[in-house]
C-alpha cells in the first residue's frame, strides 16, 4: 500500500495537499478514488484509508483504520557542528533515515561558517523539509525536530534534559562508544558532534562538567557527516532498535 503524510486529519478523513505528493499521487502512481492508501501525520500517528476524492488542490482520504505505529525505547539528538558548505543538507537526510528524534545544528568555536538571520532562516526551512521527505522515504510515523541554529553553550546548558550526554573527541581521555552504552540503559540521548578540527580543549572540560562523557570512535579521523552517521547508527544497532 502507498504511504503518504497527512497535512490534516478532521473525524475520519484526512487531506494530502503537498505538491509533490500530489502529483506522486495523481501523475506517477495515477491512483484514483476508491484505492488504498496509508497515511502517517508525522507525529507518530498512521492511518490506512481509501482515496474519497482527487482534485489539483488536495485529495481527500476516508480513514478506515488507525495502525500502531513502531515504537523506539530510546529517543536519540545530535547536536552536530555546522559544516561547510552542503554537507548538513546530508547529514540531516542520513540522520532522519536513521530515527534519529531531534537533530540541533550548532556553533562551535572552529565552525568556520558564519550565517546572518536572513540565511539561518532559509536553511533552516530547507533542513526542515530535507528531514520531511526523508521521513517519508524513510517510512518513519514521526518527522524528527530541526531545531535553530544555537551554540555549544546552549546545547551544554540542556544537559540535564538527557540521561546519557555523549561527546565523541579526538584527544584527552576518553571512552570507547561501545562500553558505554553497554553500562547504561538510557531513554534520551545527546549527542555532540565536533567541527573538522574538533572541539577546542575547553569545550570539552565544559561540557564534561556538565555530565558529558568523552567517548572515542576509533583510531581513525572522521568527517563531520561520518561521524554523525556512526554515533547514530551504532547506538540505534547497540540498542537493538
Known amino acids: 500500500m502507498h504511504r503518504f503524510h497527512t497535512d490534516k486529519v478532521d473525524g475520519d478523513t484526512a487531506s494530502i495537499s503537498d505538491a509533490a505528493q500530489l502529483h506522486h499521487l495523481r501523475d506517477v502512481l495515477r491512483l484514483k478514488a476508491r484505492d488504498g492508501v496509508a ?3 508525522g507525529r507518530g500517528n498512521e492511518y490506512e484509508g481509501v482515496i474519497s476524492r482527487i482534485d ?7 480513514i478506515t483504520a488507525a495502525v500502531t505505529p513502531r515504537l523506539k525505547k530510546t529517543k536519540i539528538t545530535v547536536a552536530c557542528a555546522v559544516p561547510k558548505g552542503s554537507t548538513l543538507d546530508d547529514i540531516i537526510d542520513y540522520l532522519t533515515q536513521l530515527g534519529v528524534d531531534a537533530i540541533v545544528p550548532m556553533m562551535t568555536a572552529r565552525v568556520v561558517v558564519r550565517l546572518d538571520g536572513g540565511r539561518r532562516e532559509s536553511r533552516l526551512e530547507r533542513w526542515r523539509k530535507i528531514a520531511a521527505s526523508a521521513a517519508r522515504q524513510s517510512q518513519r ?3 524528527p525536530v530541526i531545531e535553530a541554529i544555537t551554540d555549544i553553550e546552549a546545547v551544554i546548558s540542556r544537559a540535564a534534559e538527557f540521561d546519557l550526554r555523549l561527546i565523541p573527541t579526538l584527544s584527552g581521555e576518553r571512552r570507547p562508544l561501545k562500553d558505554i552504552l553497554a553500562e547504561s540503559s538510557p531513554e534520551n540521548i545527546l549527542v555532540m558532534i565536533g567541527p573538522e578540527g574538533d572541539f577546542t580543549p575547553e569545550e570539552v572540560e565544559q561540557a564534561r562538567r556538565a555530565g558529558f562523557v568523552p567517548a572515542t570512535l ?24
Open 39 to 41: 497515511l502517517f501525520d
Open 141 to 143: 510515523s514521526e518527522f
Open 218 to 241: 576509533g583510531d581513525t579521523v572522521l568527517r563531520v557527516a561520518t561521524a554523525a552517521v556512526a554515533v547514530a547508527g551504532y547506538i540505534r544497532l547497540a540498542l537493538g532498535e
Open 56 to 62: 489539483r488542490q488536495k485529495a481527500l482520504v476516508k
